[in-house]
């Protein structure tokens, strides 16, 4: 990969992280007023539905935030963008789309269908 490809990817994930960073603050403060508001609500499942919701934008967010600098530290390591598996380089349309891919395209085939299987293996255990 070419290092402007290379830099025009950072930039990108960095503008993305900036965002990121922001709906964290922006959910955080919707979280305090809804807090300090509470004992005025009547309905409680509703605002409990409101705190659920949160909370997993909030994990959301922080898993694509982890995503990011996982991707950013693989940049500076000069490892962005090669299959972890094979080694060739995954395609910029790819990384494009999933930053924070760590496979090429055939390699995640085969990862997917090997732990679909062990899943479904699995999944046996659960099921009583
Ligand atoms: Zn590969």
Not at 67 to 80: C, K, M, N
Request: proline fraction near 2%.
């Amino acid at each position: 990969m070419s290092p402007k490809t290379v830099m025009q990817l950072k930039s990108e994930l960095l503008i993305k992280k900036n965002q990121l960073m922001n709906l964290q603050v922006l959910n955080k403060q919707a979280a305090v007023e809804d807090e300090s508001s509470m004992k005025d609500v009547i309905d409680r499942s509703d605002s409990e539905e409101a705190w659920h919701a949160k909370e997993r934008m909030s994990m959301h967010l922080k898993t694509e935030l982890k995503q990011i600098d996982i991707s950013l530290q693989r940049i500076e390591a000069g490892t962005f963008g090669d299959c972890e598996d094979c080694g060739i380089e995954i395609p910029v349309k790819r990384l494009r789309v999933r930053p924070d891919a760590t496979l090429c395209l055939k390699c995640q085939e085969a990862f997917e269908k090997e732990s679909a299987g062990t899943r479904g293996g699995q999944s046996g255990q659960f099921l009583h």
